[in-house]
């Protein structure tokens, strides 16, 4: 990993225009453990945080890998949780003082401007290193839903649906591939989509279950009686049930009377291998 003189800091420059260290920071954003996010298109539904947690060791607990930063949004991180800490006790700072200072909840572009800033000014201060941790912040305000995506070099950018950590890109294509889907989708229909992205993303020999997995929802309330479904974290036996609805059906095709009808020829006849059904779409 070494490259000559130009990865020492974050202030220099090599001659392709890289700052190594920057790009350092984001390989530690891809060690880390999944977090899909998807997020509606109307400013109806909910929008959901989902993580993989990691435990270090067998006799270790799961590293927490979402956040409530205010009741009205929270991150979900992969990288290093140290680094995390500090940005998310940061935020909640900001949000803090905005309800005090101007009695209302601080916008959530507003807060990821301010994370960005303090990430960038890493980069260009000889003595600093960069933020070794990506951030997915979901939540709602005065606009609407928002999702944003924040790397360890100050960029920042909303997102429709997005995945970060390691193997994320498996989960960042399920996601493309069901896009279209998320607009007119229900609370729960986005959180199943959210642990089919997370599914995706895992090892062959490894399964969902209520002590590696988290789920974080908020969005605007569909009852009339409030505007605001506040943050909430379903967490440890709290995610049974998520998952239990979420994933009962992952074998049920999507696209309707062929595919029904291919899969129940399939289960009619144990000669046929179940990858033989699967000839209608990708």
């Known amino acids: 990993m070494f490259r000559n003189n130009y990865d020492n800091d974050a202030v220099t420059f090599s001659p392709q225009g890289r700052i190594f260290q920057v790009?350092?920071?984001?390989?530690?954003?891809?060690?880390?453990?999944?977090?899909?996010?998807?997020?509606?298109?109307?400013?109806?539904?909910?929008?959901?945080?989902?993580?993989?947690q990691r435990n270090a060791e067998e006799l270790s607990s799961y590293q927490k890998k979402i956040i409530e930063l205010d009741s009205h949004f929270?991150?979900?991180?992969?990288?290093?949780?140290?680094?995390?800490?500090?940005l998310s006790n940061f935020m909640k700072q900001q949000a803090l003082a905005s309800k005090m200072t101007y009695g209302r909840a601080i916008p959530i572009?507003?807060?990821?401007?301010?994370?960005?800033?303090?990430?960038?000014?890493?980069?260009?201060?000889?003595?600093?290193?960069?933020?070794?941790?990506?951030l997915l912040v979901a939540g709602v305000d005065e606009t609407g839903p928002h999702l944003f995506e924040f790397s360890p070099s100050?960029?920042?950018?909303?997102?429709?649906?997005?995945?970060?950590?390691?193997?994320s890109q498996m989960a960042r294509t399920y996601l493309e591939r069901h896009l279209a889907e998320f607009e007119?989708?229900?609370?729960?229909?986005l959180v199943k989509?959210?642990?089919?992205?997370?599914?995706?993303?895992?090892?062959?020999?490894?399964?969902?279950?209520?002590?590696?997995?988290?789920?974080g929802v908020v969005g605007k309330a569909t009852d009339g009686k409030r505007k605001l479904e506040s943050f909430k974290l379903y967490d440890g036996p709290e995610v049974s049930s998520l998952l239990d609805a979420s994933l009962e059906s992952t074998d049920v095709p999507a696209d309707?009377?062929?595919?029904a009808e291919t899969g129940a020829a399939t289960q009619g006849d144990p000669s046929t291998a179940p990858g033989d059904s699967m000839d209608v779409d990708s």
């Open 184 to 189: 007119g989708a229900s609370r729960e229909e």
């Open 109 to 134: 572009e507003r807060v990821i401007n301010q994370i960005a800033d303090r990430a960038q000014w890493n980069t260009q201060m000889a003595g600093k290193r960069p933020y070794g941790v990506g």
């Open 154 to 167: 100050g960029m920042t950018q909303e997102m429709a649906a997005c995945a970060i950590g390691a193997r």
């Open 74 to 86: 929270g991150l979900a991180l992969a990288g290093l949780a140290s680094d995390a800490r500090v």
């Open 23 to 52: 790009e350092y920071a984001q390989e530690a954003v891809k060690q880390g453990s999944k977090g899909p996010s998807p997020t509606p298109n109307t400013y109806r539904l909910a929008q959901a945080d989902l993580s993989i």
């Open 256 to 259: 309707g009377g062929h595919a």
């Open 193 to 215: 989509h959210g642990l089919m992205a997370l599914k995706e993303s895992l090892a062959q020999d490894k399964e969902l279950t209520v002590e590696n997995t988290s789920v």
